[in-house]
């Protein structure tokens, strides 16, 4: 007989729990959660999940949401897929029903057959044969007529993955593992960098082919033309430009993880947004990309910004994820840049960037916790790795320090303390202590390490002047963190 059971990933479970990935890995890894080569059963998902009540849960929110807003075009063309992805993913979701209805009634009729033969037993048995028979029978009828246990949280969390599959599919990169979600008519390669994986791309319009893939399996759909071609050979091998389509049904794909030195220098030619006077002495100059051309860049690098005859060097203070939205800080002093921001610079005015520079960035498979402390305005790259290790949702826990001193002292002050505060309130494994520099380098360091007894499974990533980083290193690596652990950026 074909067991009925159920297997769901990682991804999906973490989202119908609404935990974040890191969560459900640690209780696996801890013991809690059993899984089966790497799926969870939905029976272990519901013993272990007690208290989820899976319809107040996301995705069904959000459909709520977005039937609530149906009048509004623009939330309906982010979050729905397209009506031929739509009906693509109704049909593959039929089949299964199909086949689930198909065993169901296989099982009825082999039920029935066994009923009769039970019925030939009771007529030539003897008196304790037709005994055993009919309690046999009486148990069969109970069984049969009796709810299941958990019915009722067992049938709202299939109508809650259904929904989830319908609404979007899970995506899988070979040979990294990474996973991620493709939801309304997103590319592959903008839901990639939306979940804060940079996979390899360049011009993001079809044009270069710097973003070819292949598809390992499921369905994937072309959503934008491509001018870049792909010869035929390939095309038969399963290659696809990740930047032309979306998925269809659940897929895996192969593709290449791009690290810092792997992205090609770029000049883009971008806007001014809004220029964000936030204090006397920090600004946020926010930018847009063309939609031709984004900028790839990782979490945690600088590039060079010029505006007419002048130019300086800055850390992206936002996520690749951002899409087209890039954010800088930028502290007023004499450099000609940033008086010009705080001066002339206004909206809709051209700033090229050039970039990126720097290999201050995040490892992406660190599942360990995540200790990041920035000095003054050494909080911009600090700020985006925050940002890409919250889309990546795997590090176990994040503990935020930023040590500024306030704007009467000539500091930058924390300028965006309220940014930190509500990463702190949503997660619960995230903290934020905001410091004050008075104290000094070595101070500072060594408070902070005192909250950290054990960093033998840590990840620091620390931008701050050279004084700072000497001591936490040095205090980091007495308490056990691997040199490989270390991620320091010299800023001044
Ligand atoms: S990124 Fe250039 S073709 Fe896709």
């Known amino acids: 007989m074909r067991a009925m059971s159920h297997f769901l990933p990682l991804s999906r479970v973490a989202r119908l729990v609404g935990q974040p990935r890191s969560v459900i890995q640690r209780m696996i890894h801890d013991g809690e959660l059993d899984t089966f080569d790497g799926m969870v059963d939905m029976n272990e998902l519901l013993r272990v999940f007690p208290d989820v009540q899976w319809e107040d849960n996301g995705e069904f929110k959000r459909v709520e949401e977005i039937k609530a807003k149906a009048f509004s075009r623009r939330v309906m063309e982010r979050t729905l897929p397209d009506k031929e992805v739509l009906a693509e993913r109704l049909f593959e979701m039929g089949k299964e029903f199909a086949a689930a209805k198909t065993l169901l009634l296989h099982y009825d009729e082999v039920l029935r057959f066994l009923d009769h033969k039970l019925d030939d037993v009771m007529d030539v048995g003897d008196e304790p044969a037709r005994q055993a028979v009919a309690n046999l029978k009486q148990w069969l009828r109970q069984k049969l007529d009796a709810t299941p246990t958990e019915a009722a949280r067992a049938e709202a969390l299939l109508a809650q993955e259904n929904v989830m599959r319908i609404m979007s599919a899970q995506v899988t990169i070979l040979p990294a593992g990474h996973e991620f979600f493709v939801e309304g008519n997103d590319t592959l390669l903008e839901a990639s960098l939306r979940a804060g994986i940079p996979l390899n791309y360049g011009c993001s319009n079809g044009n270069c082919g710097e973003c070819k893939a292949k598809l390992v399996s499921g369905q994937?759909?072309?959503?934008?033309?491509?001018?870049?071609?792909?010869?035929?050979?390939?095309?038969?091998?399963?290659?696809?430009?990740?930047?032309?389509?979306?998925?269809?049904?659940?897929?895996?794909?192969?593709?290449?993880?791009?690290?810092?030195?792997?992205i090609p220098l770029q000049s883009i030619p971008t806007r001014v947004k809004a220029v964000d006077i936030i204090n006397e002495r920090v600004a946020a100059l926010h930018l847009t990309a063309p939609r031709s051309q984004r900028l790839h860049f990782l979490a945690g690098q600088r590039v060079t910004l010029s505006a007419g005859e002048v130019s300086?060097?800055?850390?992206?203070?936002?996520?690749?994820?951002?899409?087209?939205?890039?954010?800088?800080h930028i502290r007023r002093d004499n450099r000609p840049f940033a008086r010009h921001v705080f001066e002339d610079l206004a909206k809709e005015d051209m700033v090229r960037i050039d970039g990126p520079q720097g290999r201050f960035v995040m490892k992406l498979d660190s599942r360990r916790p995540v200790i990041f402390v920035a000095w003054e305005d050494g909080f911009a790259p600090i700020k985006s790795l925050v940002q890409h290790a919250m889309s990546l949702e795997i590090a176990e826990s994040m503990h935020l320090y930023w040590a500024a001193a306030s704007v009467g002292d000539n500091g930058v002050g924390h300028y965006q303390d309220n940014h930190c505060r509500s990463w702190a309130d949503a997660l619960d494994d995230f903290s934020y202590q905001a410091l004050d520099t008075a104290p000094g380098p070595a101070a500072i360091a060594e408070a902070l390490l005192a909250q950290h007894p054990d960093l033998r499974r840590a990840d620091f990533y620390v931008a701050g002047p050279h004084a700072l980083l000497q001591a936490l290193r040095a205090g980091a690596l007495a308490r056990g963190l691997s040199p490989l652990g270390w991620h320091g950026e010299e800023v001044e």
């Open 312 to 328: 300086g060097e800055y850390y992206v203070a936002s996520c690749p994820c951002e899409d087209r939205h890039i954010e800088f």
């Open 220 to 262: 994937i759909k072309k959503v934008h033309p491509h001018d870049f071609v792909l010869k035929e050979a390939e095309k038969a091998d399963g290659a696809f430009l990740l930047c032309s389509y979306t998925a269809v049904s659940d897929v895996v794909v192969e593709a290449g993880v791009s690290g810092a030195e792997d």
